[in-house]
């Protein structure tokens, strides 16, 4: 996987729902949990763009493509 970039890159949660409005969403920050706590490891904070934010651990997103210009 690249490195995903501040504000462009979109990721999709693999195991959210098509319902789920957490499901897509626009990369923030890298969070690096550490061990002995509550979910360690490296996560992904996105965000949907109109206020809300959440976070999926890096094994469990995919990076979409931008759609080409035409």
Same mark, same amino acid.
């Given at each position: 996987? !690249?490195?995903? #970039? /501040?504000?462009? @890159?979109?990721?999709?949660? #693999?195991?959210?729902? =098509?319902?789920?409005?957490? $499901?897509? *969403? #626009?990369? +923030? =920050?890298? #969070?690096? $949990?550490? $061990?002995?706590?509550?979910?360690? *490891?490296?996560?992904? $904070? %996105? @965000?949907?763009?109109? *206020?809300? /934010?959440? %976070?999926?651990?890096?094994? !469990?997103? +995919?990076? %979409?493509? =931008?759609?080409?210009?035409?």
């Amino acid at each position: 996987m !690249s490195k995903p #970039i /501040f504000g462009k @890159t979109r990721m999709r949660g #693999i195991y959210a729902g =098509e319902n789920n409005p957490h $499901r897509d *969403g #626009i990369y +923030v =920050e890298t #969070i690096r $949990r550490p $061990r002995g706590g509550m979910n360690p *490891g490296k996560h992904y $904070r %996105l @965000t949907d763009g109109k *206020g809300g /934010f959440w %976070l999926y651990p890096v094994d !469990s997103v +995919v990076i %979409l493509k =931008e759609k080409a210009d035409a």
